[in-house]
């Protein structure tokens, strides 16, 4: 049996932290799996991916459709060979190459690749055939994009490589699915990358884990209409899982939708300093934080929000700017994108990259090209400590570190740069570690990946 519990409080010790929230999913059982050995950073050679559904049959939108691309840009000396394929029966082999320091953008098709494409199977599980894997001779940085054909409606998400998965991970959905008029909203795909692979999933609606046998680029998939934050996939080899919701609403503006999708990453990934500062333009921001281990605090700015939670907590900050979060135990933060009151930007899933994640080795990422997306206005945002301030580069550009802006009471500090469509790269002058996040908005749009973080990793990449 499933239950909920919302608590809102607010935080009094705070100007800048505006409410906390706590959500509690109940759940038996949560596995523990061995972290992979070592530690290493980057693009692959191998990903394994699908797209979330975007589509709704919905009796308002019945002539919609999406346009879904990959990117994949290529930061090696050698050209890169690409070979895409997927078991899904209208989808056709594709082969290209992308020249190094180059990034080539491309179709997926048909639409109805999508998981649960129009939603028929809302509130069950159901295992579909819609993996799509890439191959690349070289190193290679893939980013997708789902966006309805108005060019509204989108996220995109960075592919993390099959080498840097792993085998239990928190699903993250949204949280304003209860004011839905439609059908489903939040969604979440599990893909095996083995074959004969048990992923289970704990604590949806029932009281113990629910196990599905799947074989390679098959994957469990699940649309609902409840929420999934919080539930825990745990599978018996590595496993790909994209979250998001269908038609998330953020937090702020309750009443349009867009797509919101991020690809996990496992739980051993989780961080103890988390610093985040809310995305242009919105009026304010929005961070929801997992954890790791039963007995977590949580701090913001140095004052405890929150004491003694559990593994199947959460809890959703509020921050009139910014703040610094940690905690006691390993945590994950995730930013929801919203739409300010002008209707500028919307909802988006992005990582806030923790200190962990950081990394010092220059990170190569696509910008679409303008006409093909709304005008939309794009920039990365550089996150490193004070020392590094000064020293992070955007293809030539050095922003002096009087530009940056201090995250909460933190050594951290971010830079929004402004990036037009093409490819760009941040590395850094002093070998100082640094994070980059790339989004983009329009009017009630927006989107959100964060390219190449240090993430654990198993064999070679
Ligand atoms: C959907 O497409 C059909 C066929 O092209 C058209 O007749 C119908 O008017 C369209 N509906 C809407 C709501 O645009
Ligand atoms: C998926 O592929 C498997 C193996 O080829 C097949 O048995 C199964 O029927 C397919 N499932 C769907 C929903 O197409
Ligand atoms: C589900 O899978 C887990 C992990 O593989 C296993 O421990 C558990 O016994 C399985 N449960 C059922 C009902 O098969
Ligand atoms: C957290 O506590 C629950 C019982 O409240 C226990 O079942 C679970 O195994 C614990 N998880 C961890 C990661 O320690
Ligand atoms: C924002 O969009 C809503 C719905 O489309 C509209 O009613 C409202 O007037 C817009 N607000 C502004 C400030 O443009």
């Known amino acids: 049996m499933i239950w909920w519990l919302l608590v809102a409080f607010c935080s009094l010790s705070h100007s800048e932290l505006l409410s906390t929230t706590i959500g509690t999913r109940n759940a038996e059982l949560r596995q523990r799996f061995i972290p992979p050995a070592e530690s290493a950073v980057n693009s692959g050679t191998k990903f394994m991916f699908s797209f979330l559904n975007s589509h709704l049959a919905s009796s308002l939108l019945p002539n919609d459709t999406e346009i879904l691309t990959v990117s994949v840009t290529n930061p090696s000396a050698s050209s890169a060979n690409i070979v895409i394929t997927s078991p899904w029966p209208g989808f056709h082999q594709m082969s290209f190459s992308v020249a190094s320091g180059a990034s080539q953008m491309v179709t997926i098709n048909p639409p109805s690749i999508q998981t649960n494409y129009m939603d028929p199977e809302f509130e069950s599980v159901v295992i579909e055939n ?5 191959i690349s001779s070289q190193p290679v940085f893939v980013v997708t994009s789902n966006t309805h054909a108005d060019l509204d409606h989108m996220d995109k998400y960075s592919v993390i490589p099959v080498c840097q998965l792993g085998q239990e991970y928190n699903i993250v959905g949204d949280e304003s699915s209860m004011a839905s008029r439609l059908k489903s909203s939040n969604i979440f795909t599990v893909i095996a990358t083995i074959d004969n692979t048990v992923v289970s999933i704990l604590d949806y609606r029932t009281s113990g884990p629910i196990n599905y046998t799947i074989n390679t680029g098959q994957q469990v998939t699940l649309a609902t209409f409840w929420y ?22 953020g937090y702020y503006n309750q009443y349009e939708c867009s797509q919101e999708t991020v690809m996990l990453y496992p739980t051993n990934n989780y961080g103890l300093h988390v610093p985040y500062y809310k995305f ?21 700015d140095g004052v405890q929000v929150v004491t003694g939670l559990s593994v199947f907590q959460y809890i959703i900050l509020q921050f009139r700017t910014g703040g610094y979060i940690t905690a006691n135990n390993p945590i994950y933060g995730l930013a929801i994108g919203s739409t300010n009151a002008n209707n500028q930007s919307g909802p988006f899933f992005a990582h806030i990259p923790a200190q962990k994640n950081f990394i010092n080795s220059p990170v190569t990422f696509p910008v679409a090209q303008a006409d093909n997306e709304k005008s939309l206005s794009n920039y990365a945002r ?56 790339v989004y983009g908005f329009g009017t009630i749009t927006s989107y959100a990946f964060t390219p190449e973080l240090d993430l654990q990793t198993s064999g070679s990449c």
Do not use: W
């Open 130 to 134: 819609k993996t799509l894997t890439l």
């Open 228 to 249: 999934t934050t919080n539930i825990v996939i745990s599978a018996s080899n590595p496993v790909a899982v994209i979250s998001g919701a269908v038609c998330g609403y």
């Open 280 to 300: 242009l333009p919105e009026d304010f921001g929005e961070v929801m934080v997992l954890m790791q281990e039963n007995n977590t605090n949580v701090f913001v």
């Open 382 to 437: 550089v996150v490193t400590l004070i020392g590094n301030i000064g020293f992070i580069q955007l293809d030539s550009y050095v922003p002096n570190g009087l530009v940056y802006t201090r995250m909460g009471r933190s050594e951290f500090y971010f830079i929004d740069i402004p990036v037009q469509p093409g490819v760009h790269t941040v590395s850094s002058l002093n070998g100082g570690f640094f994070s980059v996040t």
